[in-house]
C-alpha cells in the first residue's frame, strides 16, 4: 500500500468524509516505518520537525527496538521544554484555561521538575520554585511576573537555564506554608484574588485530578463544614440545596478550610486587576482585624447568608472523599501513611498529590498531548492504567508517562 504524503494527507482532509479519512489516516499509522515513526514522535514530543540528523538517529533507535532512547532524544529538544511543557502546563494557571498567557512561576516550576526527573507529586506541596540565571534578567518578585516575561521574550532557555530555589527564600513564605505550585504567585493571582479560596480548591482538583466538582458530587455526606455564606433555601426552596449545593460543598468546604491563611492582596483602586499583586499568608501570631484569628477575612464573606453554618476558626483540614463514591479516586494510592485529614494547604495538597486520580490524570494529560485525542475505547483505558502503574513505578518521573505514551502512539 502506497502511504500518503503530507501534502496528500492535507489535501485529503478537504475532500474524505470523515470516517473514511480516519480510516485512511490508521492505514498510514499502521504501515509506517522507523523514519515516518521517528518523524511522528519528534513533531508530537518536541513540537518541532527534527533535523535530519536527528531523524535518522531516532530512526536507527527505532530499528534497535530502542524506541524510549528515540523519545529521549526527542525529548532533549529545547522545544520540549518552550513549547509542549509550557503550552500543556499554562491552561492550568488562568481561571479561562487559555494557553495564550505569558510564562510565570507556576509553569516554570512544572517544567524544571519535570527536566530535573523529580517526583512530579512534589508539585502540588513542595518548597519549591524555578527561576532562571540568565544574565540580564529581572530578579524574581513576588509583585510582579517581570522576570519569567524577560525569558520569554528574549528567548531564555528553559531547559538550559531553569535552576530549583526554595519558594520560602523568595516569596516570604514559612517554608512548612509552602505548596508548590500552588503557593506559586501565578496561582495565588488567578485563584486566591478576592472569592472565597474555594475557587483555588477547584481548579486544584480540575487541573491535577482531572475531577471538576460535578464529578465528584455526592449528596450522602455530612454538610456540617459548609459555611455560613452557603444558602440552605436558594430561591426559597431547601430542595436544592439538599439535591445539588450540598453534593460539592460537603466534601470541598473542609478541604478548602486548608487555604484559611491565604489571601492575594493588591491595590484595587491603582490596580484592579491585581497586576502587580503578591500572595499574603496569616503566619503565625497574625490577627485579621475581621475575624481575631489567622483565618482571611474572606472565609466571612456573606456569613448572614445562613448564622447556623459553619465558622472557619484554622486551617485544618478533612477528606470526606475517602468514603463514599469518591473513594475510587485511590486516597493514598501507594501512601499508606497519609490519614485523610491534617494541618495547612502543603498536607492537604499531598493528599490530593497521592491520590491514583492524581497519577492518571497526568497520564491522561500527556495522553491527550502525544496522541493528539482522548482515550477513546477499551484498548486506550487500558493503555492509560498501565502507565499509571509505570509511572508510580518510575518515582513519578512525568518524563516516562512521555516514553510510554510517544511508544503507544507511534504507528506501526
Not at 445562613?306 to 476558626?313: D, L, Q, R, W
Not at 499508606?336 to 491522561?364: D, I, R, W, Y
Request: proline share 4%.
Amino acid at each position: 500500500m502506497i502511504i500518503p504524503s503530507t501534502r496528500l494527507l492535507s489535501r485529503l482532509t478537504q475532500y474524505l468524509p470523515v470516517g473514511l479519512l480516519a480510516l485512511t489516516l490508521a492505514a498510514t499509522d499502521a504501515n509506517a516505518g522507523s523514519r515516518e515513526q521517528a518523524l511522528q514522535i519528534h513533531n508530537r514530543v518536541a513540537g518541532v520537525p527534527p533535523t535530519e540528523a536527528v531523524l535518522l538517529q531516532m530512526a536507527a533507535q527505532i530499528d534497535a527496538g530502542q524506541t524510549a532512547e528515540a523519545v529521549k532524544i526527542a525529548m532533549n529538544n529545547e522545544a520540549f521544554y518552550s513549547v509542549t511543557l509550557k503550552n500543556m502546563a499554562t491552561p492550568w494557571t488562568n481561571r479561562d484555561q487559555t494557553v495564550f498567557a505569558p510564562l510565570n512561576d507556576y509553569v516554570a516550576t512544572i517544567i524544571g521538575l519535570v527536566r530535573d526527573n523529580a517526583d512530579f507529586r512534589t508539585a502540588l506541596y513542595d518548597d519549591v520554585i524555578y527561576t532562571s540565571n540568565a544574565s540580564g534578567l529581572p530578579a524574581y518578585s513576588n509583585a510582579n511576573n517581570s522576570h519569567y516575561e524577560a525569558i520569554e521574550s528574549q528567548g531564555v532557555s528553559l531547559k538550559d537555564t531553569l535552576v530549583r530555589r526554595t519558594q520560602s527564600s523568595l516569596n516570604g513564605l514559612p517554608a512548612d506554608a509552602t505548596s508548590g505550585v500552588i503557593t506559586s504567585r501565578a496561582a495565588a493571582k488567578a485563584f486566591f484574588i478576592a472569592g472565597t479560596n474555594r475557587a483555588m480548591f477547584r481548579f486544584t482538583l480540575l487541573n491535577h485530578l482531572c475531577r471538576d466538582l460535578e464529578q465528584v458530587h455526592d449528596t450522602s455526606l455530612v454538610p456540617d463544614f459548609i459555611r455560613q455564606d452557603v444558602s440552605r433555601s436558594p430561591g426559597g426552596d431547601s430542595r436544592v440545596f439538599l439535591n445539588n449545593c450540598i453534593g460539592c460543598h460537603n466534601g470541598m468546604d473542609p478541604m478548602a478550610k486548608a487555604y484559611a491563611y491565604y489571601d492575594y492582596e493588591f491595590d484595587i483602586n491603582g490596580d484592579p486587576d491585581g497586576i502587580n499583586g503578591a500572595i499574603h499568608y496569616n503566619g503565625e501570631g497574625t490577627l485579621d482585624p475581621d475575624t481575631n484569628s489567622r483565618v482571611e477575612k474572606k472565609y466571612r464573606i456573606n456569613s448572614s447568608t445562613f448564622k447556623p453554618g459553619y465558622v472557619t476558626t484554622n486551617d485544618d483540614w478533612l477528606n470526606y472523599w475517602r468514603k463514599g463514591q469518591n473513594s475510587y479516586l485511590g486516597w493514598g494510592w501507594n501512601s499508606p501513611t497519609l490519614t485523610g485529614s491534617g494541618t495547612g494547604a502543603k498536607s492537604m495538597n499531598m493528599e490530593l498529590a497521592h491520590s491514583k486520580a492524581f497519577a492518571s490524570c497526568q497520564v491522561e494529560k500527556v495522553f491527550q498531548n502525544v496522541c493528539l485525542r482522548k482515550p477513546g475505547d477499551a484498548t486506550d483505558r487500558a493503555k492509560i492504567e498501565e502507565f499509571t502503574q509505570n509511572f508510580a513505578a518510575n518515582n513519578y518521573q512525568l518524563k516516562q508517562v512521555f516514553i510510554d505514551t510517544a511508544n503507544y502512539c507511534k504507528g506501526q
